[in-house]
């Protein structure tokens, strides 16, 4: 297990806090040449997999009193799920996972990135650029709509454009080298943090096993996840613990609307519904499911959640023994704390970018490929969370943000030598009939011995399942 195609896994799986000697447990094979790039992103798709697995394969031992459960981690597999957004299909449909607006463009001094494919963000953008408000908002005008950002910001630096458009709540980032971004007071923070981080916040007795014990088949049976995320890396992380046989149900606000595709691809295995927090009803109801939970996973950037009281300390007040999980874009911490982010962002801000470009233009990594594997370390870091509460109580947190990730990607990881060709896809995708039409999507990557092979049910359609419980 010192080899370097286990090494990441290692450093992740002792991020976790878990018994190393469990890693005998993993093996790994397949065709690994399905994310071509020049930073170890298998490396980081392969242990970010098998940390999840092996932590799902500990918690089912738990559970059963049965040895742990050997671990096989198909390279095919996991680079299949990590291009999973991109080969979703609906009736033989595609989803293009960028609107014209999210893209580089060029700036006086170099380089900007920009995200819009929510309307708010598109919206915010357009009026930040000073860029009539109706331009993109109908099919025939994306084109001009692209022109008239594309002069606004040719007259602008990038760290211009940065400021004017995070300023009016929308999201643009300047292409930085990763010199740059290590010398910056984000960067240098975040260089100062581990992969993860993992507290017991209290120590309240361990009510959830008293219900969830009784062996069975899933290790995540019985369990109740209060989804609270948004694209990308949570949706997989909960998604995950779906697969794993919990009951999670995702919560969107109702004037925040999701794009079906992107539901398509993470809402396998859950439920949808919309409430609004600060309506007094819907409040109510939220309550009411916070009390039978027994997992909160965030997504929101720091601050936007923490005004409905749903910081770890208040959740653990009214709800001791929760796992709490929490993840962010940029980090809990520094100047940067409180920005919005998407992978594709983060990407352009550490440095990411320009290591996967030329010398004409920045690139990006095959997948997204942050969001996906920070998504397996969340649902790893909650798996290890059930099993280490049930040792010992206590309500526990987890914490992640895409900047650590980026930031083990590109300093903490080392390529695994003779990576193989002859990757198909094909292999790793299903189809199954949905409220959307016939579903085509890739298998979990996620998988030991006697574990689920798929997921029990497919996405419906978003936000229109009832606030209960499953059963309910």
Request: charged share 20%; aromatic share 6%; hydrophobic share 45%.
């Amino acid at each position: 297990m010192n080899s370097p195609i286990a090494s990441g896994a290692s450093q992740a799986w002792a991020a976790l806090g878990a018994d190393s000697s469990l890693l005998d447990r993993v093996s790994y094979g397949g065709p690994s040449g399905g994310l071509p790039a020049r930073l170890p992103v298998m490396e980081l798709a392969r242990a970010t997999v098998a940390v999840c697995s092996l932590a799902a394969a500990e918690l089912t031992s738990v559970r059963t009193g049965c040895p742990v459960p050997r671990v096989r981690v198909d390279d095919e597999a996991v680079a299949t799920a990590f291009l999973s957004d991109r080969l979703v299909r609906a009736d033989g449909r595609a989803w293009s996972t960028f609107a014209p607006l999210s893209r580089f463009w060029r700036a006086t001094d170099g380089w900007v990135r920009t995200h819009a494919n929510y309307p708010h963000h598109r919206a915010r953008l357009l009026a930040a650029l000073g860029v009539p408000g109706n331009a993109g908002e109908k099919a025939v005008d994306a084109a001009d709509a692209v022109d008239a950002v594309a002069q606004a910001i040719a007259g602008l630096t990038a760290l211009e454009v940065e400021e004017s458009v995070y300023a009016a709540g929308g999201l643009a980032v300047a292409a930085r080298g990763p010199e740059d971004w290590a010398k910056s007071e984000q960067g240098v923070m975040v260089a100062g943090q581990p992969l993860l981080t993992t507290a017991r916040i209290d120590d309240a007795p361990d009510r959830m096993f008293d219900r969830m014990l009784g062996g069975a088949a899933l290790p995540c049976a019985g369990l109740r996840v209060l989804d609270l995320t948004r694209v990308l890396a949570g949706p997989v992380a909960t998604r995950t613990l779906a697969l794993l046989g919990a009951d999670v149900l995702r919560i969107d606000a109702p004037q925040l609307p999701e794009s079906q595709e992107a539901h398509n691809d993470t809402g396998m295995g859950k439920r949808s519904t919309t409430l609004g927090l600060g309506e007094d009803t819907d409040r109510r109801l939220f309550e009411d499911l916070l009390d039978a939970a027994d997992v909160v996973v965030t997504g929101y950037r720091p601050g936007a959640l923490e005004r409905f009281g749903l910081t770890p300390e208040a959740l653990a007040e009214r709800r001791p023994g929760l796992v709490i999980a929490q993840l962010s874009a940029w980090g809990r911490y520094g100047p940067w704390c409180e920005r919005r982010g998407f992978d594709s962002l983060v990407q352009v801000a550490t440095g990411i970018a320009e290591l996967e470009g030329s010398p004409d233009s920045p690139g990006a990594l095959p997948a997204q490929a942050l969001d996906h594997g920070t998504g397996y370390l969340l649902a790893a870091g909650v798996l290890r969370a059930l099993t280490e509460q049930h040792r010992t109580g206590g309500t526990r947190l987890v914490r992640l943000a895409l900047t650590q990730t980026a930031h083990w990607l590109v300093h903490g990881l080392a390529p695994a030598p003779g990576e193989e060709e002859g990757f198909d896809a094909e292999h790793w995708l299903t189809e199954t009939d949905s409220p959307v039409g016939r579903l085509r999507h890739a298998l979990p990557p996620v998988s030991y011995d006697g574990g689920p092979v798929n997921w029990a049910r497919p996405p419906g359609l978003w936000g229109t399942d009832a606030p209960a419980w499953g059963g309910a």
